[in-house]
């Protein structure tokens, strides 16, 4: 697979059918890279995340398309530079880590998600949780990942209408508030995606 990569008006894929990741990423990179959709690249199938780690799943993502983009051609001189997916998980320590790789449909959807969360440690003390995010960066020298983690606690309740999935019951350390309640150029630079987007940065060599 030969992939060029430029470090001025970069075009990267990001594997993800998510609205608010996609939204929440290309706030978070910089002008000059050029985060696409799926939509925008023509790949509208589903993807079977079967890995048993975030690891895994993110490499799966970030495979699956890519291989689309070579097979149909798309993936020529004036293409796409590189594809890139991210899987996350919310690893509560008294619960063992779970949810973990089944973070996102651990109840079935968002709403219930964090219903779970709250019920699972309605009469546990310790409400530490992080977040962890695991990128692929698939381009011209391989396969790497690179990941982020945020540390902090669950609330004992919902709070704040920003965000997405787990953000009402997820705060921050050295915060007192959830993700949810945070505005949206604060969580960009302390979230788990952040700091992943920050080392997918030094990887493609950009400041």
């Known amino acids: 697979m030969q992939i060029l990569l430029y470090l001025c008006s970069m075009k990267l894929v990001f594997a993800t059918n998510n609205a608010h990741k996609l939204d929440e990423?290309?706030?978070?990179?910089?002008?000059?890279?050029?985060?696409?959709?799926?939509?925008?690249?023509g790949f509208l199938?589903?993807?079977?995340?079967?890995?048993?780690?975030?690891?895994?799943?993110?490499?799966?993502?970030?495979?699956?398309?890519?291989?689309?983009?070579v097979e149909s051609g798309k993936w020529k001189e004036e293409g796409p530079d590189g594809v890139f997916a991210d899987d996350t998980g919310l690893e509560i320590e008294a619960l063992g880590?779970?949810?973990?790789?089944?973070?996102?449909?651990?109840?079935?959807?968002?709403?219930?998600?964090?219903?779970?969360?709250?019920q699972e440690l309605a009469d546990k003390p310790n409400r530490a949780a992080q977040f962890r995010t695991v990128v692929t960066l698939i381009d011209r020298t391989g396969t790497r990942q690179v990941d982020g983690i945020v540390r902090g606690r669950i609330a004992t309740e919902?709070?704040?209408?920003?965000?997405?999935?787990?953000?009402?019951?997820?705060?921050?350390?050295?915060?007192?508030?959830?993700?949810a309640e945070l505005p949206a150029e604060i969580k960009n630079t302390i979230s788990h995606r952040a700091r992943a987007?920050?080392?997918?940065?030094?990887?493609?060599?950009l400041s």
């Not at 880590?97 to 709250?118: I, Q």
């Not at 709070?159 to 007192?176: A, Q, S, T, W």
């Open 25 to 41: 990423v290309r706030r978070i990179l910089p002008q000059e890279v050029e985060v696409l959709s799926l939509e925008q690249v």
């Open 97 to 118: 880590g779970k949810p973990g790789v089944y973070t996102a449909r651990w109840a079935g959807e968002p709403a219930a998600n964090r219903r779970k969360a709250l």
């Open 197 to 205: 987007m920050s080392e997918l940065k030094k990887l493609l060599q």
């Open 45 to 69: 199938h589903d993807i079977d995340e079967t890995g048993t780690t975030l690891a895994e799943n993110s490499r799966i993502k970030a495979e699956a398309v890519a291989k689309f983009l």
């Open 158 to 179: 919902e709070r704040g209408d920003g965000g997405f999935g787990y953000d009402p019951v997820f705060i921050p350390e050295g915060y007192d508030r959830t993700f």
